[in-house]
Structures are given as structure tokens and as C-alpha cells.
């Protein structure tokens, strides 16, 4: 497989930690072996997945988000779009079970702002400045922002506490799935979402909808693993390919889930994070 770019060290008070790189790496060639299903999923192991945190808006627990720099998260612009007082957030770090996870606040909340302008859901990515730096561990780690697109029905994984089903309860033990990358010609087709696709969403699932994440189709509505990450992996290392956005329903049969495209929104993430980091 070519080279993707190479994950940046990050410095920490106990190590030297590489982003899109799990402590226990053996673990994630054990994974998709649980027989609880969420939508087609699986119990993901602790530590598998270190980057996704959860986001709680007061106590309810409304959509998931990827650890990209020790205290910026991204995440859906669709899940804090409506309220953007940071005080009313939280995220939870450290765990595959939410009752064991650590609770972070969140100080700033910026959203795209070509957000739901250009048309409806595009742009929808979100960053949320964390009150600390985190400390990275076996728990706790990054994922890489993306240096090249993914390629057609190459197989990602998404995460997240979502429903167990599109009329169910969310998770409290974070699932997986794996979903193949659609390209956006078939995923604009009229079987599919016939031109609802904008250049910055991905679409990524299956025809038969035997996996997919449970999106939120209008803003304002969450059902979980909105804001989480569609992560592929090139040579040892997970890169954020995508940020789940929308859909219809969950495992809808033609109903692919679609994803806020990481790498078209890359450059407005870096220069946000770097000239807001110490702000």
C-alpha cells in the first residue's frame, strides 16, 4: 500500500506519542470478534480506539468527537450548531465505557463557517478547545488528520456510543463497524441521494444497509455517533477520513451513511487549531 504521509510525534509528559498509533496495536487485528451488535457492529476493546471521546450536552449524551491535538477535538458541526455556549458541554476521554470515563470541559466551540451556507450539512466539521492539555496514554491519544483522499470501496472503520438500532437506546460500550468508501458519483446517483452531495461529504456503507452509524438527518437531531470519526488505516497508522454527518435512518437498505470529508476541510482545521491553541 503507498504511503500515506507519516504520523507526527506529539510531546507528553511520559513518552513520545504518534498520532493514528493505539498503545496495544496486537488489538486491533483481534478486533470484530464481540457478538453484541449495534447496527451491524461490535464492542470495540479498551484502549483500540484512544482518539474518540464522547459529547455530553449537559447530561445527555448527543454525538462522539476524535481527539486531534491534545485539546482540540472535532467533531459535527451539526452537534453544537444550534446552542454554541461551551458551558453546556462536556466530553468523557479514557474509556470504551462511558460510567468509567473521565468528564473534560470545553472552553471554545468553533464551527465551519461555510457551515449550511453553500447547501444543506456541507461543511460540517466543528472543532471544540478543550479547559487542558491531555495527557496521552493507553487510553488517550490522537488520530491523524488525513494527507491524501481514501480510495473507492476501500474499507474504513467508524465508532462511536450510537443507537442500537435506528429506534433503540444509545450504547454505553463503544461499537465499531466497518464500512467500504462509496464513491460520490454512485452516491449521488437517483438510488441513492440523488444530488444531496456536496464535494465536502464522503458516503460510505452498504447497498444491502447491514452496517452503518445512526445519523442525525435534520440539525438539531442527534442519535449518537454523530461527530464521530470514519478512521482508514495506511501502514500501521489511523487517519480521520471522515466525520459522521447524515443520513436516513440506520442500515437503511441504499441509504449509505455520509460523512463530512476531513481533507476538504484540513487547512481550515490546522490554521484554526494552530492560531487558536493558546487563546
Given at each position: 500500500m503507498e504511503m500515506r504521509g507519516e504520523a507526527r510525534e506529539v510531546s507528553t509528559s511520559c513518552a513520545e506519542y504518534r498520532c493514528g498509533?493505539?498503545?496495544?496495536?496486537?488489538?486491533q487485528k483481534d478486533a470484530g470478534t464481540a457478538e453484541h451488535r449495534i447496527?451491524?457492529?461490535t464492542?470495540?476493546?479498551?484502549?483500540q480506539w484512544p482518539w474518540v471521546v464522547a459529547l455530553y450536552k449537559k447530561a445527555r449524551l448527543i454525538c462522539a468527537g476524535s481527539l486531534i491535538e491534545d485539546n482540540f477535538v472535532l467533531?459535527?458541526?451539526?452537534c453544537v450548531y444550534s446552542n454554541q455556549n461551551p458551558s453546556i458541554y462536556t466530553?468523557?476521554?479514557?474509556?470504551t465505557h462511558l460510567r468509567n470515563a473521565s468528564r473534560?470541559?470545553?472552553v471554545k466551540i468553533y464551527v465551519h463557517p461555510l457551515f449550511n451556507k453553500v447547501m444543506p450539512r456541507a461543511y460540517d466539521v466543528a472543532l471544540l478547545k478543550l479547559s487542558e492539555n491531555l495527557d496521552?496514554?493507553?487510553?488517550v491519544g490522537l488520530l491523524c488528520l488525513p494527507v491524501a483522499p481514501p480510495t473507492n470501496m476501500e474499507k474504513c472503520t467508524v465508532v462511536g456510543w450510537g443507537y442500537l438500532s435506528e429506534d433503540g437506546i444509545p450504547s454505553d460500550s463503544l461499537q465499531e463497524i466497518q464500512v467500504p468508501v462509496v464513491p460520490n458519483v454512485v452516491c449521488n446517483d437517483i438510488y441513492h441521494y440523488a444530488g444531496m452531495v456536496h464535494r465536502t461529504m464522503l458516503c460510505a456503507g452498504y447497498d444491502e444497509g447491514i452496517k452503518d452509524a445512526c445519523q442525525a438527518m435534520h440539525v438539531g437531531m442527534f442519535q449518537g455517533d454523530s461527530g464521530g470519526p470514519l478512521a482508514c488505516l495506511y501502514n500501521d497508522t489511523w487517519y480521520s477520513q471522515g466525520v459522521v454527518s447524515w443520513g436516513y435512518g440506520c442500515a437503511r437498505p441504499m441509504r449509505l451513511g455520509v460523512y463530512a470529508r476531513t481533507?476538504?476541510?484540513?487547512t481550515w482545521i490546522q490554521s484554526t487549531v494552530t492560531n487558536r491553541r493558546r487563546h
Open positions: 498509533k493505539p498503545y496495544n496495536i496486537s488489538q447496527a451491524g457492529g464492542d470495540a476493546l479498551p484502549g467533531t459535527a458541526a451539526h466530553v468523557l476521554v479514557g474509556s473534560v470541559d470545553i496521552m496514554g493507553p487510553n481533507l476538504a476541510m484540513k
